[in-house]
């Protein structure tokens, strides 16, 4: 199948290509939440670069869930504005807008929001307490308003941000999620959680707004026979357009035992679909890299590093089969030439070997 190939989801929309932009964090907005214009730069770049599907940096649902500085927000109609201009901005390019919902949990940053962070139970090792059952209600009705807010603003979907440890990874990790009401205790109860978002969200904006998930397998207590078990549910859940896998890397083994012999992207990619499109992330640099991914059975390829290092990379994958990305360390100036504010530029030089030193 080709890169180039036009892919239609379950809502009516389509992205033009194969090519989705990770939601990556970067640090570029106002401490209030409201967009800042080193944000709208970057990611307006690369929906001109010719993304299928431009996603912002994970955006906070609540102010109690901040997990980064300068972290885009959705939790406030003040937000609103900057959420239109930004929308307005990708769907002039014809790329798919897509707001990612995101809670820290656990990882909230307790100095910011002046209080523990939340957890779904009382984590030693962050600080973290235990959300009451009203809390945890509470904060999926923010996930479903944080959903409205976008589509209200002119996104054309969203993505549940269900990977990497935080708030919804936390509700379905056997190890962190140690509750006994209806959100812990069997895997059924611990997708609980997503699953109402998702649920919520269908039901607030309609069939024709788009819904993702986004989920990592085996760190953060998350076992791969339940990644791989959620995975199967999710990519037959009719309310859904895509699942991206955040894999870290798409083609090593898994680590748990009984699933070796295949590498990760087979295990997700063998899983049947209903409707649903399937995309992942990690270790996807170059233009071989994508066609090699998708020639093992993904619907689309998700580029965080190579986007960063290029605003039109998939322009340059398509017009070239034998694309490979700049390879770091690369200088300030370069990464400020492809959107890149300051704030960004900053967090990538903690990235060992990405920005060269001055």
């Known amino acids: 199948m080709s890169l180039s190939k036009v892919l239609t989801l379950r809502s009516g929309h389509t992205l033009k290509n194969r090519f989705m932009l990770a939601p990556l964090t970067n640090l570029q907005s106002h401490t209030d939440g409201r967009l800042g214009d080193d944000e709208f730069t970057w990611l307006s770049m690369r929906a001109q670069g010719g993304f299928g599907l431009t996603m912002t940096c994970a955006a906070s649902v609540q102010y109690a869930g901040l997990g980064f500085p300068g972290q885009l927000g959705v939790y406030s109609d003040d937000h609103i504005e900057g959420l239109t201009r930004l929308a307005e901005a990708l769907n002039k390019e014809g790329s798919l807008s897509v707001v990612q ?20 139970s009382d984590n030693e090792e962050t600080g973290a307490r235990a959300m009451t059952h009203e809390e945890v209600k509470a904060t999926i009705q923010d996930f479903i308003d944080a959903a409205v807010r976008s589509q209200k603003a002119g996104f054309s979907g969203v993505e549940v941000h269900g990977a990497h440890g935080y708030l919804v990874a936390q509700f379905l990790s056997g190890e962190i999620n140690q509750r006994t009401d209806e959100y ?10 997503l699953f109402e978002i998702i649920d919520g969200i269908a039901k607030a904006c309609g069939p024709e707004f788009s819904i993702g998930v986004r989920l990592s397998p085996e760190r953060f207590g998350i076992q791969m026979a339940e990644a791989l078990d959620l995975a199967g549910r999710l990519l037959k859940d009719e309310r859904l357009d895509y699942l991206d896998m955040s894999l870290w890397d ?20 063998a899983l ?20 090699k991914a998708i020639d093992a059975g993904l619907d689309f390829v998700v580029l965080g ?16 089969a034998s694309f490979t990305p700049t390879k770091p360390p690369v200088s300030r100036e370069y990464l400020a030439s492809e959107g890149l504010g300051k704030p960004f530029i900053d967090y990538m030089s903690t990235w060992k070997g990405f920005v060269a030193a001055e």
Do not use: W, Y
């Open 184 to 193: 812990g205790g069997s895997i059924e109860n611990r997708e609980r959680f």
């Open 305 to 320: 590093r190579t986007a960063i290092l290029h605003h039109d990379a998939p322009a340059r994958i398509l017009a070239d």
């Open 101 to 120: 919902l995101h809670h820290a949990g656990m990882r909230t940053m307790a100095d910011v929001v002046g209080h523990a962070p939340l957890c779904p």
């Open 250 to 269: 798409s083609f090593k083994e898994p680590e748990e035992e009984p699933f070796k012999g295949k590498s990760l992207l087979e295990h997700f990619c």
């Open 272 to 291: 049947p679909r209903d409707g649903v499109a399937l995309g992942a992330a990690g270790k996807i640099f170059s233009a071989q890299d994508c066609a």
